[in-house]
């Protein structure tokens, strides 16, 4: 069954490639991937795969495919949407859609998981159990597209659930998997400085948003260092700092925001807190007033742990995996979260490192790209573990 399984995708490795090279040409952004939804579900609708239902949870895809034996029932996830990024590239294929780019490898997902899905369906009559093929949308952007659609009933009696991402930032032939939590809880906060403008040569006369603003970004960066267990991981990052005027002109309002990342629910709930009694603080110290929004975003992604000895045993098994080793926790967020919060499951890494490449573009970055290989090693894992979970 694996030899069959590993022979057939790479057989079909080709049209992984060509599929993802046209989904790369034309992204659309989160929550507004209709043209990607018509296409996953065109090609099921062409293999002849009847039980396909769209519009889950939003612009979602789930595709369900029946063994000829009783089973359990595996569930593998992929998301499809792009990011509000300017392509630099230079490929061949890059986006022709201005300002919008697959910068982060979704692309590469939704192929691996199409092709893996034909393959499945293939070989149903040979199969036990059933295969929820599960295409997300929108996970760029919190509240992201995982919770309606398991609210709409995606998870229905799913027993286990895999999901990978393919991982620029480390070498081909490298898997990575953690029991436990792998990526942070990912929030997101705003704050409006309500200063008193004026002229530049009279300050005496203003409420100066932007000194008031750095004092701020200051004081918030001692919540990590100063509050928060050594032993504990957090992270308060400013992303932006915005006070446009003119330069003779003392700033009427200054806007900042930023993230927070976190693993510990009592630290994220903490921080929170801090974020707030320290702009409240900062401000009233200033005599200036303020706005804050604090927006909780995805939780953390916890694996569980058999299911991830289970995934990493399926890995070593997979020819292009040389390495399959055990990672630290990553800062990123992910709503896969929210599937391992209703169903066991795990989520791993693929190594996607361009070749030749010794520092690779990051993830989101106008330059991205990933290793196309990667995405039959990704088949591979996520067949030989559902296929596999037959017989655990």
Same mark, same amino acid.
């Given at each position: 069954m694996k030899e069959k399984l590993f022979k057939r995708l790479e057989q079909l490795y080709e049209e992984m490639v060509e599929i993802r090279r046209y989904l790369h040409q034309h992204p659309e952004l989160s929550f507004q991937e209709k043209k990607t939804a018509a296409y996953i579900a065109n090609y099921y609708h062409q293999l002849g795969l009847k039980d396909v239902r769209t519009g889950v949870g939003g612009t979602g895809v789930v595709a369900k495919i029946k063994g000829g034996r009783p089973g359990k029932t595996i569930a593998l996830r992929a998301d499809f949407d792009a990011l509000p990024i300017q392509e630099e590239t230079g490929l061949?294929?890059?986006?022709?859609?201005?300002?919008?780019?697959?910068?982060?490898?979704?692309?590469?997902?939704?192929?691996?998981?199409?092709?893996?899905?034909?393959?499945l369906f293939e070989m149903r009559d040979e199969l036990s159990g059933q295969y929820i093929i599960i295409h997300q949308h929108a996970e760029e952007i919190s509240p992201g597209g995982a919770k309606p659609m398991i609210e709409d009933g995606c998870l229905d009696g799913v027993d286990t659930i895999f999901g990978t991402h393919l991982w620029a930032s480390?070498?081909?032939?490298?898997?990575?998997?953690?029991?436990g939590p792998i990526m942070a809880a990912a929030d997101r906060f705003e704050i409006t400085i309500k200063g008193y403008g004026g002229h530049g040569a009279q300050p005496h006369k203003t409420k100066d948003s932007i000194v008031i603003g750095s004092q701020l970004i200051m004081n918030l960066q001692q919540i990590v260092s100063r509050k928060v267990d050594p032993i504990e991981s957090a992270v308060l990052s400013i992303g932006y700092f915005v006070a446009d005027n003119s330069?003779?002109?003392?700033?009427?309002? %200054? +806007?900042?925001?930023?993230? $927070?990342?976190?693993?510990?629910?009592?630290?994220?709930?903490?921080?929170?807190? *801090?974020?707030?009694?320290?702009?409240?603080?900062?401000?009233?110290?200033?005599?200036?007033?303020?706005?804050?929004?604090?927006?909780?975003?995805?939780?953390?992604?916890?694996?569980?742990e058999a299911e991830t000895e289970f995934l990493a045993e399926c890995a070593r098994e997979v020819p292009?995996?040389?390495?399959?080793?055990?990672?630290?926790?990553?800062?990123?967020?992910?709503?896969?979260?929210?599937?391992?919060?209703?169903?066991?499951?795990?989520?791993?890494?693929?190594? %996607? +490192?361009?070749?030749?490449? $010794?520092?690779?573009?990051?993830?989101?970055?106008?330059?991205?790209?990933?290793? *196309?290989?990667?995405?039959?090693?990704?088949?591979?894992?996520?067949?030989?573990?559902?296929?596999?979970?037959?017989?655990?």
């Open positions: 061949p294929f890059q986006s022709i859609v201005p300002g919008v780019m697959h910068a982060c490898g979704h692309d590469g997902h939704t192929s691996t998981l199409l092709v893996l899905a034909k393959v480390i070498p081909y032939g490298t898997l990575h998997y953690r029991s330069f003779n002109v003392i700033a009427d309002q %200054a +806007k900042l925001g930023g993230t $927070v990342r976190t693993f510990n629910p009592v630290i994220q709930d903490m921080i929170e807190k *801090e974020v707030r009694r320290i702009v409240e603080g900062t401000c009233l110290a200033a005599g200036c007033d303020y706005d804050i929004k604090y927006n909780r975003g995805y939780p953390a992604v916890v694996n569980h292009e995996l040389s390495t399959v080793e055990e990672c630290a926790p990553e800062m990123g967020g992910e709503d896969f979260a929210y599937y391992l919060q209703n169903v066991k499951g795990t989520f791993f890494f693929t190594g %996607a +490192k361009p070749d030749n490449v $010794v520092n690779p573009y990051p993830h989101h970055h106008p330059k991205f790209d990933i290793n *196309e290989q990667s995405m039959l090693a990704a088949a591979r894992t996520l067949g030989w573990a559902a296929l596999k979970s037959q017989l655990a």
